[in-house]
Nanobody
């Protein structure tokens, strides 16, 4: 099992930027696809972005494409989510997650595909 701890959330005005970090410990971080999800009040948890275990492949939800960038530093066991041009509708609790299986070639994007989760970090975008 891998332990994940998110940081970097906060309150920002629309149009602003935030950078979320997720520090991992436990099993071999570099072997697992990582993802970011978010959940707004009264809504289901939704996929935001994912990055392959080597960092060579990324995928994004249409709602954040062109504004958010996911990256990872396997030497630091950390995955990042750079969020630019933030909108009020981006307000949610953001969760970092690790794939259930190592070295997966497909790009998982469903919550059920991820086996380890962080505690979440709140992002609030004011209009």
């Amino acid at each position: 099992q891998v332990q994940l701890v998110e940081s970097g959330g906060g309150l920002v005005q629309a149009g602003g930027s935030l950078r979320l970090s997720c520090a991992a410990s436990g099993r071999t971080f570099s072997s697992y696809t990582m993802g970011w999800f978010r959940q707004a009040p009264g809504k289901e948890r939704e996929f935001v972005a994912g990055i392959s275990w080597l960092g060579s492949s990324t995928n994004y939800a249409n709602s954040v494409k062109g504004r958010f960038t996911i990256s990872r530093d396997n030497a630091k066991n950390t995955v990042y989510l750079q969020m630019n041009s933030l909108k009020p509708e981006d307000t949610a609790v953001y969760y970092c997650a690790a794939d259930r299986f190592p070295l997966r070639t497909a790009a998982p994007a469903r919550p059920v595909d991820f086996g380890s989760w962080g505690q979440g970090t709140q992002v609030t975008v004011s209009s």
